[in-house]
């Protein structure tokens, strides 16, 4: 049953004659958090995006989610049926307030209940904000955000849709340490569940991008290596790291 949550069959995607990714197959159960690791151009964004519907897959490959084809539909469908990601570079819609900036990611249909309207959507959009650790500038104009900051709305934006599958890419980039760990919180938060004053989450699935490995191996209990665009490896965070592929392909490179 948990398996049918999200498959990932023969996915891959060529740029003229570059394979990025190359017949990536997996699958995670409704609760899991996987860990995406690998080196610089190993394909991990380019995959990230062809599950959002930024990038159509090569003919074949396939993305279910909930039992749903996601491969080669359009982003707006794609986080309405609950899988939403946040982005490696930051482009929020600078001249608005940050608060605009998560109101828009509010009026989703999945997120927007019949009935509520704008004084709630702000306050559901603040609640996000507030859990993301960035309220205090909710009326700044976005273009004030600092790096890590700019990484806060990100998640703020993408956890204001409601997700049950949340795809991360590299939300610890450009964070200091203290940053770090409070980010590595806040991610562990969400997985748990709970109320967060408008906003009720589940607690989504999520896969996570990070060249951190020690911290993305505290949250995750299951990594999966990309080299070249294929898996070279894929189990818990302690067989990961005696893996002598992996070491090869990755750690022994300097990764940290
Ligand atoms: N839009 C694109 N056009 C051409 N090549 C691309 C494009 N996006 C990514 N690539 C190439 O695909 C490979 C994988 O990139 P990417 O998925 O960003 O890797 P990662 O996120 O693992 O660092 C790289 O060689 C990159 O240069
Ligand atoms: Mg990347």
Same mark, same amino acid.
């Given at each position: 049953m948990s398996e049918s949550f999200l498959e990932i069959k023969s996915l891959s995607k060529t740029f003229g004659g570059l394979? =990025?990714?190359?017949n990536v197959n997996f699958s995670m159960g409704r609760h899991q958090i996987i860990g995406l690791i690998g080196p610089n151009g190993a394909g991990k964004t380019t995959l990230l995006r062809m599950m959002t519907g930024i990038l159509k897959p090569d003919p074949g490959g396939s993305v279910l989610f909930k039992g749903e084809e996601c491969a080669g539909k359009n982003t707006w469908d794609i986080v309405n049926k609950g899988m939403v990601s946040t982005f490696q570079n930051m482009r929020p819609f600078?001249?608005?307030?940050i608060l605009a900036n998560v109101m828009v990611a509010c009026l989703c249909p999945r997120a927007l209940?019949? +009935?509520?309207?704008v004084k709630k959507i702000e306050a559901k959009a603040m609640d996000a904000l507030e859990f993301a650790g960035i309220s205090d500038m909710a009326?700044?104009? =976005?273009?004030?955000?600092?790096q890590g900051d700019l990484k806060r709305l990100e998640v703020a934006r993408a956890i204001a849709t409601e997700p049950e599958l949340l795809l991360l890419d590299e939300?610890? +980039? +450009?964070?200091?340490p203290a940053e770090t760990d409070l980010m590595a919180k806040s991610i562990k938060r969400l997985h748990k569940g709970g109320r967060f004053g408008r906003l009720h989450s589940e607690g989504p699935a999520m896969i996570i991008v990070e060249h951190k490995l020690h911290w993305l191996m505290m949250i995750a209990s299951r990594i999966i290596v990309l080299n070249f665009g294929t898996i070279i490896a894929d189990g818990t965070p302690d067989e990961i790291i005696k893996n002598p592929q992996v070491i090869e392909a990755y750690l022994g490179q300097g990764g940290n």
């Open positions: 394979t =990025a990714v190359n600078r001249k608005l307030p209940k019949r +009935g509520e309207w009326r700044e104009k =976005a273009s004030v955000l600092s939300p610890f +980039g +450009g964070l200091s």
